[in-house]
C-alpha cells in the first residue's frame, strides 16, 4: 500500500495556549486535523462557560484563512466549579468535555482538585447529561515515585471515582503504561483512553539514556519499553476504546532548556507521519483510520469528519526542526525515525 485515504482526523487532547503562542502552533494542527479537543490549562485556567466561550473567539480569530478547523472546548474542573454554570455550557454545545487535574500533577495544574468529595456533586450532573470527565491521571503524592503515579492513580483515585458515580463518563488521558491500557479495556462503554503520538515512539531511556533529553520529557513521563509495547498494541489494534489524542504541548526552548524545564512534547506537526511508520511496522495500516478518525467521535458522540485525507508513501519527508513564534522557538518532537507517509493536499 502507497496511499491511504481517510476521514479526516481529530486530535482529542491539545494544547494551543495564548497569545504569541496560539498564532505559532495552530496552523500547525488545522493543516491534517478537522478538530481538537482544546485543553483549558491557562494560566489562568478555563473554568467558567464565559472563559471558554473567549477562549473559544481567540482560537478562531487566530484559525489561518479558509481553514475549517473547530476547536472544541473544554474546562478546567475546580472545587469552586459550578454545576449551573457547566451544564449551561454544555447545553449549548459550547464545551465538549470537563478537565479533571489532580492539583500540582502537570503544568498549570495548581487550580485542580485536591479534595474529590468536593466536586462529586458536578461528578453527578455530568453523569447524567453524559458530558465526559477527561482526566490526568496521576496522584500527586510525593511519596510515589514518578514512575508508578498513573498505576497508582487507577487504584487510588479513578477506580473509586468511577464506583462513586455510575455513569460518569470518563477519558483516561495520554495512558503510558500496560496497566491503564488494561484497566481502560475492562472498563465498558463508558471509559476510553487516549494515546499520544510520542508515547508510541520513545521509552524512558529516550528521556535519560546517554545524555538527558529535555524534548522528550513530557507527563506523564515515558515509561520502560514494555509499557511502550502495550500502547502500540493498543493503538494499532482496532479496539475502539483507544483514540488519538496527541497532548501535543508546546514550551518555548527557553522554557525546556533550563535547570527545571517544563514538560512537553510538541508533536502537532509530523503527528500524521510518525503514526502512519508506527502502524505500517505493526502491518497495521487498515486501522490508523480507526484510531485518528472513528473511535473518538464515536466515544465523543460526534459525526464522523465527511471530508478526507490522502497519505502518500515515498521518499523520507522533511519536516522543520522548529517552529517559529513571536517570543522564540518551538522544537518540534524528533521521531528518530524516517518518515515516509506525507499528508497531501
Ligand atoms: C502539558 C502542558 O504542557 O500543558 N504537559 C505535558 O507534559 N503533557 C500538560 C499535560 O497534559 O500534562
Ligand atoms: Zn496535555
Not at 29 to 35: E, G
Not at 90 to 118: C, H, Q, R
Not at 235 to 243: K, P, R
Not at 250 to 270: I, Q, S, V
Request: with cysteine; proline share 7%; net charge negative.
Amino acid at each position: 500500500m502507497d496511499s491511504l485515504t481517510i476521514p479526516r482526523p481529530d486530535d482529542w487532547h491539545l494544547h494551543l495556549r495564548d497569545g504569541a503562542m496560539l498564532r505559532a502552533v495552530l496552523p500547525e494542527t488545522a493543516r491534517h486535523f478537522a478538530r481538537a479537543l482544546v485543553m483549558p490549562n491557562l494560566v489562568p485556567p478555563v473554568v467558567t462557560a464565559a472563559q471558554a466561550a473567549d477562549y473559544r473567539d481567540r482560537i478562531l480569530a487566530a484559525k489561518p484563512l479558509n481553514s475549517k478547523f473547530r476547536p472544541l472546548m473544554t474546562l478546567y474542573l475546580t472545587e469552586e466549579t459550578q454545576v449551573r454554570d457547566l451544564r449551561a455550557a454544555a447545553e449549548i454545545g459550547l464545551v465538549t468535555a470537563v478537565k479533571l487535574y489532580p492539583a500540582g500533577a502537570t503544568t498549570n495544574s495548581a487550580s485542580g482538585v485536591s479534595d474529590f468529595a468536593k466536586v462529586r456533586r458536578v461528578l453527578e450532573n455530568m453523569a447524567q447529561i453524559g458530558l465526559p470527565l477527561c482526566v490526568h491521571g496521576e496522584v500527586t503524592d510525593p511519596t510515589i515515585d514518578i514512575f508508578d503515579r498513573e498505576a497508582v492513580f487507577i487504584d487510588r483515585v479513578l477506580d473509586p471515582i468511577r464506583r462513586d458515580v455510575p455513569g460518569l463518563r470518563v477519558v483516561m488521558e495520554h495512558i503510558t503504561t500496560r496497566d491503564a491500557a488494561d484497566y481502560v479495556r475492562a472498563g465498558g462503554p463508558d471509559l476510553a483512553a487516549t494515546i499520544t503520538t510520542h508515547h508510541l515512539v520513545i521509552n524512558r531511556n529516550h528521556i535519560l539514556a546517554g545524555g538527558i533529553r529535555p524534548h522528550y520529557y513530557c507527563l506523564p513521563v515515558a515509561k520502560r519499553e514494555e509499557h511502550r509495547l502495550a500502547l502500540v498494541a493498543a493503538a494499532t489494534g482496532g479496539e475502539a476504546c483507544f483514540f488519538l489524542g496527541t497532548d501535543s504541548a508546546p514550551h518555548l526552548d527557553a522554557a525546556k532548556l533550563m535547570p527545571c524545564g517544563c514538560a512537553g512534547c510538541f508533536t502537532a506537526t509530523n503527528t500524521l507521519s510518525i503514526l502512519a511508520e508506527v502502524f505500517e511496522r505493526e502491518a497495521a495500516l487498515e486501522r490508523l483510520e480507526g484510531f485518528v478518525s472513528r473511535h473518538g467521535p464515536a466515544f465523543y458522540r460526534l459525526p464522523v469528519n465527511t471530508d478526507t485525507v490522502t497519505l502518500i508513501k515515498g521518499e523520507p519527508v522533511a519536516y522543520p526542526a522548529l517552529i517559529a513564534t513571536d517570543d522564540g522557538p518551538v522544537t518540534v518532537f524528533d521521531p528518530m525515525m524516517p518518515l515516509h507517509w506525507r499528508v497531501a493536499g
